[in-house]
């Protein structure tokens, strides 16, 4: 990086889970993280590491004040809506906020010129999986609106940077859980429907089972099968993202996994070891749109970016997110 560089970071959605970790790993590299985000879904209290600025990705003028403002390096892309089911059964919230925002915020970053920008997406860009481990050069083909509006912007990517407009890195996260490993900030969704914290809350009273969507898949055990990251681990991801784009003009697309699926059961059977605590299960039918496995090859961003999982055993990813559930 160039000394003349600022260490000014927009990070839109950085009230959210992902993006309040990465904001501590920005300010922990030396950075200066402007989390900008509407608190729609994000929390005041999850910023922490530098300035909020409340705003929506829709807000152009408001994105222009704080270009302004900021003069950032670069711009890391959290602020989405993230619900596979809720996309189904409201597509257009889903292509307003995560196509229309992106478009938006990245309309008002070129007339500022500030080019250089990193993309948090999704393994369901992919949808069912031809082969596992998925790799990057797997057809693009999601199976739900979410996983649409998500491979749109790579595609507005790809697209910009043909022409040099932007340089970008597009990171397709498999499943991130877990909690900042020092207490500071972890998961909160309203509601919840993500496997691991809904688990913890059934070992801590708060539900009185977890339901099991599905045991009749073509797996082992014949629940779901995903690759779950620590949190912490994606946060590292995009230090690293970072420091290659503000040396790169190229752009890349790079799974986020630990290369290991784990059923839904064995999720189960693994809290209950780390809480001691008895978790109850009902099973149910398939949840429409999850494929059976999901399962990253992750060895570009490990070769091209010198990342690898910290974090990401499932003792630490259940036992970190166990103690932020109890003292939250
Ligand atoms: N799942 C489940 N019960 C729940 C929530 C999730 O059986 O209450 C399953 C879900 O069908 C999927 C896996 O757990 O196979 C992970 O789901 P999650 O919603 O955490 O993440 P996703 O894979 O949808 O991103």
């Known amino acids: 990086m160039e000394l003349s560089e600022s260490k000014t970071i927009i990070v839109t959605g950085g009230a959210g889970y992902i993006g309040s970790h990465a904001c501590k790993a920005l300010a922990n590299a030396g950075y200066l993280p402007v989390a900008y985000d509407n608190l729609s879904r994000g929390h005041d209290w999850a910023v922490k590491w530098g300035p909020l600025e409340k705003g929506d990705i829709l807000d152009s ?22 619900y596979v089911g809720e996309s189904v059964t409201n597509p257009l919230l889903y292509y307003h906020n995560n196509v229309v925002g992106t478009y938006t915020l990245l309309r008002t970053m070129l007339r500022h010129n500030i080019n250089k920008f990193i993309f948090s997406s999704t393994c369901a860009v992919y949808g069912d ?34 022409i040099e407009q932007i340089s970008f890195i597009s990171l397709r996260y498999f499943n991130a859980a877990g909690a900042d490993t020092e207490g500071e900030i972890g998961e909160s969704h309203e509601p919840e429907t993500h496997l691991i914290p809904l688990v913890l809350e059934v070992a801590s009273g708060k539900r009185p089972h977890i339901e099991i969507f599905g045991n009749d898949y073509d797996t082992p055990d014949g629940t779901c099968v995903r690759d779950y990251i620590h949190v ?15 040396d790169n003009k190229g752009s890349e697309f790079f799974n986020l996994g630990t290369e290991y699926g784990y059923s839904v059961n064995e999720i189960i059977e693994n809290a209950k070891h780390i809480t001691n605590k008895e978790i109850d299960v009902k099973i149910k039918a398939r949840r ?7 399962i990253a090859d992750s060895s570009k ?28």
């Open 288 to 294: 429409p749109g999850d494929p059976p496995a999901l």
């Open 61 to 82: 003028d408001r994105l222009s004040e704080l270009m302004k403002k900021y003069q950032p390096s670069a711009v890391m892309h959290f602020a989405a809506l993230a």
């Open 129 to 162: 999986p031809q082969e596992l481990p998925l790799t990057e050069s797997h057809r693009r083909s999601p199976v739900n609106p979410y996983g649409n509006t998500k491979a749109m912007v790579e595609t507005m990517l790809e697209d910009l940077a043909a």
């Open 301 to 328: 961003i490990k070769k091209i970016l010198n990342w690898k999982s910290k974090y990401s055993n499932i003792n630490q990813i259940l036992s970190s997110a166990w103690e932020w559930q109890k003292n939250n």
């Open 232 to 246: 912490t681990d994606l946060a590292d991801a995009h230090i690293k993202s970072l420091e290659y784009i503000l």
